[in-house]
């Protein structure tokens, strides 16, 4: 399984940018979807997560600015980010946390990262 991610770029201080990503193929079931950060020299942490029935969890300095989304097959993943910080500068990695069939366990798939540049 691959994800697709996109959307990412430079934009000024205070603007947006809309990221999406997207998989292969559909999964026998999602657990949740996620879009995950990581900043020079900084682990990889947690932006935002949905899970299957719903319910959506946010890194408290995006909290009011991004916004996670999925489409109903839990196919596809999009983080729309406003109000943009020169902070918010990272490589975004999208997760898809589920399996890919009745016969697999329970994985991590990631995409291959975007970036996003804010400059101030």
């Known amino acids: 399984v691959q994800l697709q991610a996109s959307g990412g770029g430079l934009v000024q201080a205070g603007g947006s940018l809309r990221l999406a990503c997207a998989a292969s193929r559909s999964f026998f079931s999602v657990n949740r979807m996620g879009w995950y950060r990581q900043a020079p020299g900084k682990q990889r942490e947690l932006v935002a997560i949905i899970t299957s029935g719903g319910s959506t969890m946010y890194e408290d300095s995006v909290k009011g600015r991004f916004t996670i989304s999925t489409d109903n097959a839990m196919n596809t993943a999009n983080l729309q980010m406003n109000s943009l910080k020169a902070e918010d500068t990272a490589v975004y990695y999208c997760?898809?946390?589920?399996?890919?069939?009745?016969?697999?366990?329970?994985?991590?798939?990631w995409g291959q990262g975007t970036q996003v540049t804010v400059s101030s």
């Open positions: 997760n898809i946390r589920g399996r890919v069939s009745w016969t697999t366990s329970v994985d991590d798939y």
